[in-house]
């Protein structure tokens, strides 16, 4: 079974920039999940799909970040314009359906913004 | 405010130590605790626990959650280099994930 592709793997801009990640979750699972990862912490969910809409993006700072999941299969996730504090590994993840509590996470996009 | 809080924040030991990783939880609609290991990359599953008193199983890995005190704790035995990761404790509320901070866990040989 192939696992969660993430890319870019990393990316480094200036702050202002934009940017975009792009997830394509485990063939069949229902759930999408964008989580933000800063050093030292542990991961912050951004936003949670099932199939392509919306369940929950309160955490999700809507002036500056955006994801869609057009086609209920892969998303994209981007950041514009990146602050420096958004520096951070963006996990993607996806399950079977919302009440599936195990995740499988992709290896993430690296994100540094200078 | 629902938390999950992990502790030690980090851990160095040496190979065949044995090692226990606590995750405290404070959430209103509590379903399931999940514990992860992370290594450089993505997080990968271990545990999940549902039930008070039930140990769950995995080689040189177990875990046990208590529901009335509300935490959960991973043992590792005989540990190796290659346990080497942070440890993740994630607790699911309804349907939400909440993630605690993590125990970075050094194993030296």
């Known amino acids: 079974e192939a696992g969660v592709a993430q890319s870019p793997r990393y990316k480094i801009i200036e702050k202002r920039q934009s940017v975009a990640f792009w997830c394509n979750p485990i063939s069949g699972h229902a759930t999408l999940y964008w989580y933000q990862q800063i050093l030292g912490q542990g991961p912050k969910l951004l936003i949670q799909?099932?199939?392509?809409?919306?369940?929950?993006d309160s955490q999700l700072p809507k002036d500056r970040f955006s994801a869609e999941r057009l086609k209920g299969v892969d998303s994209t996730l981007k950041i514009q314009p990146a602050k420096l504090e958004d520096s951070a590994v963006y996990l993607c993840?996806?399950?079977?359906?919302?009440?599936?509590?195990?995740?499988?996470f992709g290896a993430g996009s690296r994100l540094t913004v200078l | 405010e629902d938390k999950v809080v992990q502790s030690p924040l980090s851990l160095v030991v040496h190979e065949g130590d044995t090692v226990t990783l606590n995750c405290s939880y404070e959430v209103t609609n509590f379903r399931s605790l999940l514990w992860y290991k992370q290594e450089k990359k993505a997080p990968t599953f271990l545990f999940m626990l549902?039930?008070?008193?039930i140990e769950k199983k995995s080689g040189r890995l177990s875990s046990i959650l208590d529901k009335k005190e509300l935490f959960s704790i991973l043992n590792i035995t005989a540990t190796q280099t290659g346990d080497s990761a942070v440890y993740l404790c994630?607790?699911?509320?309804?349907?939400?994930?909440?993630f605690g901070a993590g125990t970075r866990l050094t194993v030296k040989p």
């Open positions: 994630a607790v699911v509320d309804n349907n939400d994930m909440r």
């Open positions: 549902t039930s008070s008193g």
């Open positions: 799909f099932q199939n392509n809409g919306v369940v929950d």
């Open positions: 993840a996806s399950s079977l359906h919302s009440g599936a509590n195990v995740l499988t």
